[in-house]
Structure formats: C-alpha cells, structure tokens
C-alpha cells in the first residue's frame, strides 16, 4: 500500500520527524476555514499516488490570499496520469539552505534493509551521483552508525544531530510500521541547520496490515478492486482494451507480453489463482463485465490441471445471463477439451489448443473492428 | 550460505539408504483446505507423507495418516527431515520455528501473504540453525519420477536431466510442459517463489545443482521486481558456471509501479524492471526465450 504524501507525514509526525505545518482541504468550504491561519507563501500540493508532481505542475506556490482560491481549484480539477486528487496538501514554506535524499529500503537480495542517502536531493535518485549506501538491520541503527552516514555526506554541526535522529526514527518507523520503503526526498536542511521532511513517500507491506488497524484508514481501493480482492484475484486494470485472465500471476503476466508483442493492447490482467472452477471463472468473468473499455476477452489456463468443459459453462452461463458480450478467445488444452468446443460453438467464444492461436485471433478481431 | 547442503541427499537419498526414494515428510497444516487436497496428491505420486501437523488436533488422522498438534510430537515417533508448510500465513513463522527446532532440515513454504517481517525473520532462524526454507508463496519442489512437495500437478514433468528454476508457480508448469514435450525431462523443478525475499534464490537454487553431473542443462524462469536474475547473472560469470541456461523473463509489457499478482512482481524506475533482466542474462550470451513455448527449441540448439 502506497501512502499518500501527507500520510507518510502523519506518520511522520508519529515519529518526531520534523515536516512543515499544513493543512488538509478536500473542498471549497474546508478551504474557507483555513484560509485566514495561513502564514504566506504557501506550498499547494495535489495528494495523488502517482510521481513525478512536480514535472506535471501538480504542486504550486502560492504568494498570498489571493492567489489561494484559484490555485486551489486548478488542482482539484487537475488530473495527472488519470489521476484525480480527492485532498490537497497546504504547506507553509521553509527557508531552506540545501536538499538532501534518504530512502530506506527492503533490499530484497540481500534480505535486509538498506539506506540510500545523498547530499543532492529533490531529483531522480538514479541520475543521483555521490550515493552513499549502507546496509541496516531490522534491529535499527545505532546513533554513531547514524552520524557515520551523516559525516559521509559532508554534513556539520546541529545538522549531524538532526539528520542522524531523523534517520534513527525512519528507521523505527519503517520496523515498527513494516514498510518496504520510507522515502524523503527532498529533506531539507534549514538555516537554523536542522532538517525536515519536505515530501513523503512511504509503501507499507500489504500483507502485514492485518497486524495494523491503525492503517486501514489509509486504505484507498476502487470498488472493482474489493470485488476481485474479495474472491481472492489478483486484478490490475491497465491502458489497452484487451482483458487478460489466466491461472497464474507469472502466467498471466506472460500472456500480457505476448499479446502486446503482437500489438495489442491489454486493458486488465486478472489472475484468478489456484481452481478453475466454474465458479470461480463467473466470478472472473464479473469483474471485467465491469469494465467498459474491454472490447476482447482473452482466457489463458494452463493446460493439464483443468477440465475445459468446467471453464466452457462459466463462458456459456456469463453470455446467457447477459454478462458479457464481448467476444472471448481462451486457450484451454485441457481434459474433455473437444466436448467444451461444441459446447461453445454456438456462442461468441472460441476455443484454441495454443495461446498464440488464441492471441493471433483476438488481435486479428480487433484490428477488423476498428 | 551453506555450500554444502545437499537437497538430492535430503529429498532422495543415497542407494544405500533404507529409505532411498522414499523419506519421510511432514505436512504442517495437513488437515486445511489446501494442504488436505494436496497431501492426497503428493501421495498418489509417490511422496512417503508420515504425519501431519494441526495444532488441536493432535490424535486425530488424516486418511490414515496420523496428525500431531506440533512437529515436536510427531518427531517422537518421526524421524522426519522435510515438511510441507501448509498452514495460513498468519501461522507461518510459528510454524517455522517449529520445524526448525524439531529436525526439519528442508522447509516448503507454500502459504502466500506471508508478511515480508516474518519471511525475514522465518529464514534468518532457519539459517541459523542449518536448515533450508523454499518460498514461501512457493509451488514446491518435485523430482519427477520419485517425489513432490508442493501444490504442483504432476503431468508436466517427466524424469531427465535438466533443471528448472521459476519465480512464477504456472510458468513453471507450463515450460516443463514444453519441456517435456521435446523430450527433456527434468531432474528437478523448484519454485523460489513469488515474494520479494525468497528462502532459496536464484543463486542458491543454483548453487544447489552446479557441481551435479547427472543436471547437463539449466532452465531459469524470471519475471519482473527485484534483481535476483542480475545477481544471478553476476555469480554465473564469477564462478564460470558452464552448464547451458537458458532464461524467460514474464512482465516485459508490465506497468511501473503496479503489483502483478505476485508481491514481489513489481519495477521501481529501472529497478526490477524486464529490460534490466534481459539485457543481464543477454551480456554473458544467455538466451532469453520471448515465449515460453520457445523455451525447449533454444535448449536443443544448445545442447548440440
């Protein structure tokens, strides 16, 4: 689970991690109440989960009053990636002297944590040249290790103190709250030397959040996504215009590239995990039903463990219950496989013994229909 | 890591044993959903399952296997060296430790959602005390012909000669189906497993099987997140490991920052990404298939 960034601050804040003084506004009347505690100037920041705000003007700088209002509804009307925000963050501006970058991060080679931090902040951590990485257990990091780091990083005086504590609770944070990464970019360092968190980015583990209620408000997932949670799919809905469903994360991944190579156009990658059933087909069939930009189906299980003909009734009662009417083309090369083609003959799927025949039908279909 | 941990020993044996091909496994979590569907399946291919493990029903049994409460009680009566981890992920690292402390020297860890804190802790306990987990959120292990632990079905693979290595529990079905297919069996497929920290990684799956003779050839199934095919690709020219390879990657047209499925299937800027796979295994003139199907027609071309 991605926080949003003023999230990541709550958090943040939970940890006596210095971050500017803000205010939350979802809309004109939450505005209105804050609008006369403002010191000026003041950051407006779009809460949105995807990157790269600043490129996309998602974020603005606001001088005084009266700039406030129209700035504000800019924003909220301003859609990045898709993305609308439903808040936006009202930070009062710092004086700062330099930006510096810290992420902590699962490194999953070498099952521990590890540190990224970097006397250049605010930019691309790639293109960032002087990085200094070093590796943390999960037990934390002590206050000399903490200003080893902070030393390497030509830092001096109160700012020593400052980042070597900031890093200290970050890493607590990202223990206690089980994150797999806790991002500051950029921490900035202040006149007065000390430093503070400017931007948030902080992704929880998905399967901890079980052992933290205190996060479930965070939670922010789309209807469709509940549904196909809730029977245990994995679900993703992607640009194209092509559904992929299969029996297998890597499986259905595989599928995508292969549909893309011969150039179309995947719109949802389902994987509806272990059984294939005719129930849990329906069920898969249900989610992307809810997808109107889904103009082909494509079903890919793999062969041996299924009986297609447990996989042709799903198709069969999806298209007699109205469901769908999309055309479907699966690749099924499973028991009673020949049984299951009669049973479909009739209808808008068909079936295949390869998925490439599968695929090479679909993007044939839909290159006829545009 | 431990070099010298030998799966063939653990999960076949030597000739001379009395028990060659046939070793006594565990199922924790036998009497569940999954782990009862599946302790029927790995019996019928062949697989000596001596006893389950269910906390509060000790006592009872499953089609005649006896079920204990914990692995302490059934390594009374015994002497078991692999279990099957079944149990929900909440369970998981309880049911590590378990193991761990009572003569499990090989753990399959089928359960997904297992929180990465306890994955962490789980291997660093089975490390320390000389035992190896596989997974979690991992299909299992078979050796064709003689036994499997894992939810995998059995009509893909045949006996041969190659291994196969996959992070993605249907790919690797579906490549050894092909495999088998063409004529090349195999003498052991594993599944790392599709979490971001995998108890046996590609190197160590690897390291497994490099100094075996009778394994002439080596399929690795990668998919996106993470970097254990660049670390892979890394120890494979450091140690001039010669046997064939040949690789697919799944996610190649997969989005930045989405999860496909599987938690640890997920790029980061360049970071897990496809291409990086690619162009790794590409530098030391590692063939990367573009399907899966692909895979045993570019194995054949080396192999001549």
Known sequence: ?370 | MNNKFDIFDILVGKPEDPDYGNKPVIIQGITGNFGSVHTRLMREYGTNIVAGVTPNKGGQSFEGIPVFDSVKDASKTFNAKISGIFVPAQFFLSAVKDAVNNGIKLLVAIPEHVPVRDAMESLEYAQTNGAKIIGPNTPGVIVPSVNKIGIMPSQPFKKGNTAVFSRSGTLMYEVSFYLSKAGIGQKIALGIGGDPINGTNLIEAFKLISDRDDIESVVVIGEIGGDAEESLVQYIEKTGFTKPVVAYVAGRSAPKEKRMGHAGAIVYGNYGSAESKISSFSRVNIPVAKRPAEVPGILMKLMK
């Not at chain 1, 406030?68 to 009062?92: A, S």
């Not at chain 1, 001096?156 to 806790?182: D, H």
């Not at chain 1, 150039?263 to 069920?283: M, N, S």
């Open chain 1, 1 to 370: 689970m991605k926080l949003l960034e003023y999230q990541g601050k709550e958090l943040f804040t939970e940890y006596n991690i210095a971050v500017p003084k803000s205010y939350l506004a979802r809309n004109q009347s939450e505005l209105n109440q804050i609008k006369d505690k403002l010191e000026y100037p003041v950051v407006l920041k779009s809460q949105l989960t995807t990157g790269g705000r600043g490129k996309a003007g998602a974020i603005l700088k606001c001088a005084n009053k009266e700039e406030l209002v129209p700035k504000f509804t800019e924003l909220l009307n301003k859609e990045v990636k898709g993305e609308l925000p439903k808040v936006i963050l009202i930070e009062e501006a710092v004086n700062i002297d330099k930006e510096l970058y810290i992420s902590l991060f699962l490194n999953r080679g070498k099952r521990t944590y590890s540190l990224i931090s970097s006397s250049e902040g605010g930019m691309d951590i790639e293109a960032v040249e002087n990085k200094v990485i070093q590796d943390i257990s999960i037990s934390g990091l002590t206050q000399s290790s903490a200003e080893t780091i902070a030393k390497k990083l030509g830092l001096s005086g109160v700012t020593i103190e400052s980042f070597s504590n900031i890093v200290i609770k970050l890493a607590k944070l990202v223990r206690e709250k089980e994150a797999e990464l806790a991002e500051i970019n950029p921490l900035a360092i202040l006149k007065d030397g000390t430093c503070l968190a400017l931007d948030s980015k902080v992704i929880i583990d998905d399967n901890s959040i079980f052992r933290h209620p205190e996060l479930g408000k965070y939670m922010q997932i789309s209807e469709l996504q509940e549904q196909a949670e809730k029977n245990g799919f994995s679900f993703v809905e992607l640009d194209g215009d092509i559904a992929i469903i299969g029996n297998g994360a890597g499986l259905v991944m595989s599928t995508l590239d292969i549909v893309n190579d011969a150039g179309g156009k995947p719109g949802a990658f389902l994987d509806f995990g272990g059984r294939a059933t005719t129930e849990t087909i329906y069920k898969a069939l249900e989610v992307i039903s809810k997808l109107s930009k889904v103009k082909a189906i494509l079903v890919n299980l793999f062969g041996g463990i299924v009986r297609t003909d447990l996989v042709a009734q799903a198709i069969l009662n999806a298209y007699e219950d109205g469901m769908i009417s999309v055309p479907i083309y699966a690749r099924i090369s499973g028991a009673e496989s020949e049984k299951s083609k009669k049973m479909l003959s009739n209808s808008n799927a068909k079936l295949y013994d390869t998925v490439e025949e599968a695929i090479s039908s679909l993007v044939q279909f839909m290159r006829m229909s545009k």
